[in-house]
């Protein structure tokens, strides 16, 4: 695992999950991407207990943040309707720490 520090806008609604008899939060993020196909990148983000409280009560839907934790790429099988299986790369970030994006403000005065 590597540090990673990102600007991520919230993509889906924040859900509790279970893992390992640890109870998690997890939202899907997107990253900006410089390539010229996708503008942006969609990961997970699982956020441990101590963050739990603040993420659901500061941040909503469509909020950017900036994000900082642990980066994991994981390959992952997916079957396709025609029940061919394609091997995917999923990003996954564990959260340690979250600040807010207060973008700059220019008055027009």
């Given at each position: 695992?590597?540090?990673?520090?990102?600007?991520?806008?919230?993509?889906?609604?924040?859900?509790?999950?279970?893992?390992?008899?640890?109870?998690?939060?997890?939202?899907?993020?997107?990253?900006?991407?410089?390539?010229?196909?996708?503008?942006?990148?969609?990961?997970?983000?699982?956020?441990?207990?101590?963050?739990?409280?603040?993420?659901?009560?500061?941040?909503?839907?469509?909020?950017?943040?900036?994000?900082e934790g642990?980066?994991?790429?994981?390959?992952?099988?997916?079957?396709?309707?025609?029940?061919?299986?394609?091997?995917?790369?999923?990003?996954?970030?564990?959260?340690?720490?979250?600040?807010?994006?207060?973008?700059?403000?220019?008055?027009?005065?």
């Open positions: 695992m590597h540090l990673f520090v990102a600007t991520a806008q919230i993509v889906s609604l924040p859900k509790t999950i279970l893992i390992r008899n640890t109870c998690l939060l997890g939202l899907l993020v997107a990253l900006p991407n410089n390539k010229k196909k996708q503008s942006f990148c969609i990961c997970n983000l699982y956020v441990n207990p101590f963050l739990y409280n603040e993420l659901l009560e500061l941040y909503c839907q469509h909020d950017f943040i900036i994000i642990y980066v994991d790429v994981k390959k992952i099988q997916v079957k396709s309707h025609n029940n061919n299986i394609k091997t995917k790369k999923q990003i996954q970030v564990k959260l340690s720490k979250i600040h807010p994006y207060i973008p700059n403000i220019v008055s027009q005065y």
